[in-house]
């Protein structure tokens, strides 16, 4: 049995220029123990951190006390099962980017050296290579709060990223994939991930594009 | 090759705080009040509608109850419904065919909300007018 959800409250002193992670820290080492949550770079680098901060998703290591000051809400990432305070389970999203195939896929014989790529090829998933998996998109969209099966954005944005690749054979399986009714079609561009990437991503527009390939068999 | 692929189910707990999104998720959320709106005035009008088919005085009959202030401020809400819905579903529409339109996707919100304030001016005064000249 899970207890009911509950807010705590801590009333603690900060820099301004601490981050938000320091401040949960300082709450976890010093006010209350048992306080979970994930983080591990602090840089904004590994994507342990996604937060849902006063209202909206960001990484706690890349917010600013004197952004959120003087009262910050801090909540799990939605959409995902809560195992403790602000760690949720991650698994479904990871599925999610499992079933889009993350991984190079070329039938041809492995050339002797690199495989070479014009700048302009380079340049067209060049947006979604940043990702770094953190769920802050994903977790933003209402379409994924409210249908378990959707695949959500940052699977699509991590697909966009081998579609687009000219030295990728696998856009095809993919976007077959994608075009299942829980696949891109899901998404009803709220631009809620945009908003949210930490990274920067321009997620809804990458998912548009795989929405066009999709449509047109053209990558 | 591609089966349809089932994720595990991953039911969550209705707690928290509303999330605020912006412009995108707002003009979302109006695209899809609006759409309810229209289906709902719809089913409405398939039946008044169907309704002649029991002869002209039988349909006079309930088209009649429609005439009083209320239904007149209704059919206002239901013009502002399918302008608003009509100029969304454009702005999604050049999105999802243009990708690079959502570069500019709060610009064009901001635009389309516009046409449609400017657009429903006119339109609230005229239908005011007329509900008040009918019934006052
Ligand atoms: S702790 Fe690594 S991204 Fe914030």
New binding site residues.
Partial sequence: MKPEPWWDEFTIEAEPTDRL?DALHYVKWYKDGTLALR???????????AMLINGRNA????VLVKEVAPKVTVEPIRGLPVLKDLIVDMEPFFEGYKAILPFLINADDPPDRERLQSPEDRARFDDTTKC?L?AACTTSCPIFWGDEQYIGPAAIVNAHRFIFDSRDQGAEERLEILSDQSGVFRCRTTFNCTEAC?RGIKVTKAIQEVKRAVMFRRF | MAQRTQRRARRTQDFGSLYKGREGQWSWIAHRVTGVAIILFLFAHVVDTALVGWGPDAYNKVVRVYQNPIVGLLELGLVAAVIYHALNGLRIMVIDFWPKASDWNRQLIYGTTGVFLAGMLPITIIMLKHILKEHF
């Fill in positions: 992670l983080r591990s770079c602090a840089h904004g680098i590994c994507g342990s951190d990484l706690a290591c890349k770094i953190c930490p």
